[in-house]
């Protein structure tokens, strides 16, 4: 198991290409990624491991399967 990187998805291990992290690599100011106001269900944030639970963003791809299941 790799450490829990901020710029990686918990869930597929993916890039999560979260707008804050990119900000921070990038050096240009970022509001809000989509992450922030975007409502996760309880289901998906379920499967997040604890220590990521608003540490990290889930892609768009998960979040998107999540409104599906
Ligand atoms: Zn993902
Ligand atoms: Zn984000």
């Given at each position: ?66 409104d599906?299941?």
């Amino acid at each position: 198991m790799q450490p829990q990187s901020a710029n990686v998805c918990p869930l597929c291990g993916e890039h999560n290409q979260c707008a804050m992290e990119l900000a921070k690599t990038t050096g240009e100011p970022v509001t809000e990624c989509w992450c922030v106001s975007v409502a996760f269900s309880e289901k998906l944030l379920s499967k997040v491991p604890p220590e990521a639970l608003n540490q990290v963003c889930i892609c768009q791809k998960c979040a998107s399967q999540a409104d599906a299941l």
